[in-house]
């Protein structure tokens, strides 16, 4: 019988109640203890021979593996931070201790104070927490998160601060030597190595269809609390953030994911310059190249994206691309599969130009594609992350000139809704159009923030979702 394998997001969850502690993710959290082995096992020792090879052998079995790693080690961990994320539980207050606390590791990445982690280590925290290496603790604000990459930035108010510069993780080998740096079972500053195993590497862990998922996995020691954290090159540059294990126990079996640091450095670039990814989109449905597809196309690989559908008014619709084509690069970078793909397009914005080779009809042929938003426009799409939208676990936008003009009303979109806020809790869905607050009509956020602030209180909420035919009321209670 086959064991299905478990996915796991590598932060260590409890929950505190004044009498009981329960692991939220049960499975990752393991006791404050050491257990000893009861039976000792004599060891053995084993002398190494000393062999005499020729010259030009001994070039040939020269191990690549550093003398040591202890610059790139002591760097990095001045660096490295630990994050603590506190949730009020329903019912519940602070002076009580009703409280679920999660925690993880973060990478300082400014002087002044910006941190980056992964969206699942400070998922519906009302309080962040973050320790420095030197044992400091600052309380954290986030500055803003990205399920579709489990990327977020945080920031303290801090000055001078030791940081880490992002590396290239386009140029980085199989076979590389890598290090892990985070703070696995609340062991703050651990260090561990090990070597890059693969890179490009989709593990199905993201829900959302549209999660960009190319992790660079390694064998280098991750364990649960280790999520966020710095993978290094032994240059000491970050090269990607330590995110998930593949595992059957819920501890480290030998298979460490993290996201590459090309693909995360514009997203959090994004977070703190604009509040909210801009993603490009090409507007194109795609699949990998099987086999049968290879040969019905006379491909001289299984290797590409096979483009299925084609949208109208899109990105590839301008460039002249058609269902059928297969996509072979993007900017010079090989393509060969949809994760490959997935992390090229990811690291543009909409207005972006980027250069596409694909087959058509055994051609080899080249296009210029300008990539556009998810409303095939080019402009950026601003996020409101008012406090008032914020404490009620929310955030929204105006509608753009399209949407206005295939709608009727006015109205402002749900962006994203924060797991275990009042809003989650209310099952207001991404892609709500408000309409309505307490029966006033809604024009745009800055209207809509502008009641919250005002008003406490029962609150109902009337709009629609685009696809679903009725209006959809909601109701909650916002106590400021």
């Not at 506190?86 to 002076?95: C, H, P, S, V, Y």
């Not at 096979?306 to 949208?311: E, G, Y």
């Not at 709500?432 to 008003?455: C, G, M, P, Q, S």
């Amino acid at each position: 019988m086959n064991t299905p394998k478990l996915l796991l997001l590598v932060s260590c969850t409890s929950l505190i109640t004044a009498t009981i502690i329960v692991g939220a993710y049960h499975m990752l959290v393991q006791p404050e203890q050491i257990i000893y082995e009861t039976q000792l096992i004599k060891a053995t020792q084993t002398a190494e021979r000393e062999i005499n090879l020729s010259p030009r052998f001994q070039q040939l079995y020269t191990s690549t593996k550093p003398t040591n790693f202890i610059s790139a080690a002591k760097d990095s961990r001045e660096a490295v931070v630990f994050i603590r994320s506190l949730t009020k539980l329903e019912g519940g207050n602070a002076l009580n201790r009703d409280l679920s606390s999660s925690t993880g590791s973060g990478v300082i990445i400014s002087r002044d104070g910006y941190i980056v982690t992964n969206h699942h280590v400070i998922e519906g925290a009302d309080i962040v927490e973050v320790t420095l290496n030197n044992n400091k603790e600052y309380i954290a604000k986030v500055v803003g998160s990205d399920i579709q990459t489990d990327m977020a930035v945080l920031k303290i108010e801090v000055d001078q601060m030791p940081y880490m510069l992002f590396g290239n993780s386009d140029s980085l080998q199989v076979g590389e030597w890598v290090l892990a740096v985070g703070n696995p079972f609340r062991l703050q500053s651990t260090v561990t190595a090990g070597i890059v195993s693969a890179k490009g590497r989709n593990i199905d862990i993201f829900k959302d269809r549209s999660g960009i998922e190319s992790f660079i996995q390694t064998d280098a020691a991750v364990n649960p609390g280790n999520s966020g954290g710095a993978l290094i090159n032994i240059r000491g540059e970050l090269i990607g953030i330590n995110t998930a294990i593949m595992t059957l126990s819920g501890k480290y079996e030998g298979f460490s994911f993290a996201v590459p640091s090309n693909l995360a450095r514009k997203v959090v670039t994004d977070l703190m310059e604009y509040g909210a990814v801009q993603r490009g989109w090409m507007g194109i449905e795609i699949a990998n190249v099987t086999n049968q597809i290879a040969e019905e196309r006379g491909l001289p690989s299984v290797a590409g994206v096979f483009i299925t559908i084609v949208n109208k008014g899109s990105a590839a619709f301008d460039a002249g691309l058609l269902g059928g084509d297969v996509i072979l690069s993007v900017d010079d970078v090989n393509t060969n599969t949809l994760s490959q793909f997935m992390e090229q397009i990811g690291r543009h914005r909409p207005g972006d130009v980027i250069n596409v080779s694909y087959i058509r009809k055994g051609f080899i042929n080249f296009a210029e594609v300008t990539l556009k938003n998810i409303l095939n426009s080019t402009d950026f799409v601003a996020v409101r992350k008012d406090k008032a939208l914020i404490d009620l676990g929310f955030e929204l936008r105006d509608l753009s000139s399209l949407e206005l003009s295939k709608n009727t009303t006015d109205g402002v979109i749900v962006v994203s809704v924060y797991q275990n806020s009042i809003i989650g809790k209310a099952n207001i869905q991404p892609g709500y159009i408000i309409t309505k607050i307490n029966d006033i009509e809604v024009t745009d956020v800055r209207k809509l923030v502008e009641y919250l602030t005002t008003h406490t209180g029962k609150i109902i909420l009337e709009g629609y979702y685009e696809n679903y035919p009725g209006l959809f009321p909601y109701m909650f209670r916002n106590d400021g």
